[in-house]
């Protein structure tokens, strides 16, 4: 595969500086059940790379010595990792927010069944991959079949009672443009899909995250593929907000890798793109268990024209 990583290290990126941490995001490993044309992670059915038991257990014991409000899951499919449920029961009795990046189709897959009523039970938030409420636009970049998967899950979650009005439970999807091209508006955006998937497909959810892709991994290499990559640089350079610089993610995010090492964000994870803060060439959870991050520099590359641009994006959607 094309890598785009030796183009984007040399950057004139301003320095960003990192805040109080309040999020740990945490990668299980890149199992997935599908390979999505832009997925950054190159996650897909044939990867092995899962987060084990021993460096669940440092995650647990990171989230009890610090004030995380939120551990956010991530992957691959998160769910496909066997220790998922210990590590999600586990923050939650720590009175943790817990995040789950959902893939909806996982919901209905063989030996998954069970997952959305665990989500409901264990009060998680759902950040589900929804790329348009248009089947030919989903398959084209999911696969065949995967948008009808993905209602079906999506219906399984309203079931229980997510998305629903007055319910708790809340349901929040995640589109990202199939081309080149920056996100529309995002509060435009939610309109279509509320409108579009109740009118439909009976799908009620709470809140669109509207997300640039990062030229990076599968949507990297399609860039350099199809000569394109030079393009959308510019755009992204070109679309740069200032303002987006003080609510980029990472400002208050630390990632962790399956294996436990730790990154400003997912997209320097995929990148090797290492934290800085702990004088390490490749620090540990184990590294930043007692350190305070706030104040430390960030690494930046030109990816990070990526969360800038236009309405900015980060893992909550659009920034300003
Ligand atoms: S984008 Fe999400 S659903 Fe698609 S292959 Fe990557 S991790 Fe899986
Ligand atoms: S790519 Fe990562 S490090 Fe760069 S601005 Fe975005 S969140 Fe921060």
Redesign the pocket.
């Known amino acids: 595969m094309l890598e785009t990583r030796p183009l984007l290290l040399a950057t004139d990126f301003p320095k960003v500086k990192r805040a109080p941490l309040d999020t740990l995001q945490v990668n299980l490993g890149y199992l ?5 044309t ?7 059915p044939k990867r092995t790379e899962l987060m084990d038991l021993a460096t669940v257990e440092i995650v647990l014991e990171f989230l009890c010595q610090r004030q995380v409000e939120t551990l956010d899951l991530t ?3 998160p769910e496909m990792n066997s220790n998922f449920k210990y590590l999600v029961g586990q923050a939650r009795a720590l009175g943790i927010n817990v995040m789950d ?1 959902c ?1 909806p ?1 996982i919901l209905g897959e063989p030996g998954y069944e069970d997952v959305a009523e665990f989500l409901a039970d264990q009060q998680v938030i759902v950040i589900a ?1 929804m790329p348009c409420y248009q089947e030919q636009n989903v398959d084209k970049q ?1 696969g065949k079949g995967v948008f009808r998967d993905s209602i079906a899950g999506l219906r399984r979650l309203n079931s229980f009672g997510y998305g629903q009005p007055d319910s708790s439970l809340k349901l929040n999807l995640v589109y990202n443009p199939d081309d080149p091209s920056l996100p529309p508006s995002q509060s435009e955006l939610l309109q279509d899909y509320k409108r579009e998937l109740f009118s439909k497909h009976d799908v009620v959810f709470n809140d669109l995250f509207a997300l640039a892709n990062m030229p990076i991994s599968r949507f990297g290499a399609r860039l350099l593929a199809k000569n394109q990559f030079v393009d959308y640089m510019t755009l992204l350079r070109d679309s740069f907000v200032e303002n987006n610089l003080a609510t980029v993610m990472c400002r208050n995010l630390m990632s962790v890798d399956y294996q436990g090492y730790v990154y400003d964000c997912d997209f320097n994870q995929m990148l090797a793109l290492p934290m800085m803060a702990a004088g390490k060439p490749r620090p540990h959870l184990r590294d930043v268990m007692d350190m305070d991050l706030e104040g430390c520099e960030i690494a930046v590359g030109e990816h990070c024209y990526g969360c800038t641009a236009g309405q900015g994006s980060s893992c909550g959607g659009a920034l300003s």
């Not at 997935?32 to 999505?36: D, I, M, R, V």
């Open positions: 997935c059940n599908l390979s999505c832009h997925c950054h992670v190159d996650a897909g992957g691959g499919s990046r893939n189709t991959s999911r």
